[in-house]
């Protein structure tokens, strides 16, 4: 089983987390789970998001496996965009997990690593002024759902999280398991990246 590291700040926006980690969660071959969801963050313990969800978190010394990266967004992004600590911790989680899917205004933090440089990247569409000022080095793509460069996942606001999560889930094990899960959840899953109504 793959390991899924949500990583957690205070104020992240909760939709952006979990919304994601629960299609991550439904993800099957045959009868075996595809992923197991972890919660991290710099100094473990609870961390609230910006409905006051409090979630355990694990220190992020305490990653044993470096597959999937999940960075949720949150007006409290804003901060730590500028939080050069944090910003070096992402930079570093990011570099050695195989994969990293960053939702909402998470696609700017893992922007200011430099990671994204030059690659196609869509964050969310309210705070798009902001977003593209905070990272001018990125090919910023307005019209995307979500965008993949690479190992990088970056998605639209919110909502968009889960059909990004889908969208990595039929890169990964095929479009009909994508579709299955989004059945499940009942959800309508808009499975073209480059078509956002927003």
């Known amino acids: 089983m793959r390991a899924v590291n949500v990583l957690l700040y205070e104020g ?3 939709m952006d987390a979990l919304g ?3 299609a991550l969660s439904r993800a099957l071959e045959g009868e075996q789970k595809c992923y ?11 961390v609230g998001s ?9 220190k992020l010394s305490e990653i044993a496996k470096f597959d999937v990266l999940l960075v949720p967004g949150g007006f409290a992004a ?11 911790i992402l930079g570093e989680l990011a570099r050695r997990h195989e994969c990293v899917i960053a939702v909402c205004t998470g696609s700017v933090l893992l922007a200011k690593t430099g990671l994204l440089d030059s690659m196609e990247a869509t964050s969310n569409k309210l705070s798009w002024q902001w977003v593209t000022s905070e990272a001018p080095s990125v090919h910023w793509v307005r019209a995307a759902r979500w965008c993949v460069s690479g190992k990088f996942y970056t998605s639209s606001g919110v909502s968009a999280g889960i059909d990004e999560a889908l969208g990595f889930i039929a890169d990964m094990h095929g479009l009909d398991e994508a579709q299955r899960i989004a059945r ?14 927003f």
């Open 78 to 88: 804003r901060e730590l965009a500028h939080d050069g600590e944090f910003i070096a």
């Open 36 to 46: 197991e969801i972890e919660y991290f963050s710099a100094t473990g313990g609870l």
């Open 20 to 22: 994601p980690a629960e």
């Open 184 to 197: 499940t959840m009942e959800y309508v899953y808009n499975s073209d990246k480059n078509a956002d109504l």
């Open 50 to 58: 910006s409905t006051n969800a409090k979630i355990w978190t694990r």
């Open 12 to 14: 992240f926006t909760t």
